[in-house]
């Protein structure tokens, strides 16, 4: 475990480097005895010191949620990072490429809470009981730390990759359509780049919010009425440069589209 003082320097670390746009060298190169659990303490830590900026926690998002993904990086469970208001765009916005860093493109659903969400003992039942609607998001990945080599270590400690999400399409509510089967074609200049669906996501993308809700029980921590909860990618990251157009088109729930620039 890292102490208090090394943690502090690192969040400190990511802050200037979300400013300044340049990533930081590898943290699991610079501290190879850095664990998850220091990661998230590195994570709270910057979301703190974003929140003291003015910045407000509206959501969260949780990443790794595919076998694949998970096989990738050696790990069994997904990780998660914070949603601030400054981060959620509206479909077809124009996006300051440049104010990322490697930014990449995935298609996920979000779901909006109406009732507040806490573990432990936190079910599939309740999350749908407390979801509002549920809405097509595109999320824009972004790396203050250098991409070469991470691991699901350095990857925590950068917020889980969150840059922004854009939302669009039809709002829906849980019960109206079977979540497992939405699917969705991923366009980026009006070419196929990504197809998938929404089963990807741990079989059934609410699994993921009740995970989310169980692993912060520990800490005292949970959602709230009103909380965007990203719930997880269901295609591969696709790579955008300065000019691309991005298009999902979710079918019956509606398109999302932003530009960068």
Not at 103 to 110: D, K, Q, S, T, W
């Amino acid at each position: 475990m890292l102490d208090a003082k090394t943690i502090e320097a690192i969040a400190d670390e990511l802050l200037d480097a979300g400013r300044n746009r340049k990533p930081v060298p590898r943290l699991t190169a610079r501290y190879p005895d850095m664990t998850v659990e220091d990661s998230y303490a590195v994570q709270q830590l910057w979301r703190r010191r974003n929140e003291e900026a003015g910045r407000t926690l509206v959501g969260r998002k949780i990443g790794l949620t595919s076998k694949a993904m998970q096989a990738a990086t050696g790990i069994t469970e997904p990780d998660y990072g914070a949603i601030f208001d400054d981060m959620v765009l509206e479909t077809g916005c124009a996006v300051q490429w440049d104010k990322y860093t490697h930014p990449r493109v995935e298609v996920e659903l979000a779901f909006v809470l109406k009732d507040a969400l806490k573990g432990p003992g936190c079910t599939i039942f309740d999350v749908l009981n407390a979801t509002d609607y549920v809405v097509p998001a595109l999320e824009i990945l972004d790396s203050r730390i250098e991409m070469e080599g991470r691991t699901i270590v350095d990857t925590i400690a950068d917020n889980a990759a969150m840059g922004a999400m854009v939302v669009g399409g039809r709002p829906v509510k849980p019960d109206a359509v079977d979540l497992r089967w939405v699917s969705a074609i991923l366009y980026k200049n009006q070419t196929v780049e990504e197809t998938g669906v929404a089963a990807g996501v741990l079989d059934h993308p609410a699994n993921g919010v009740h995970w989310l809700a169980n692993k912060l029980a520990p800490h005292g921590d949970g959602m709230k009425a009103g909380d965007i909860i990203l719930a997880g990618s269901f295609t591969r990251p696709l790579w955008v440069y300065k000019g691309d157009t991005v298009h999902a088109d979710y079918g019956p729930l509606g398109v999302v589209t932003c530009q960068f620039e």
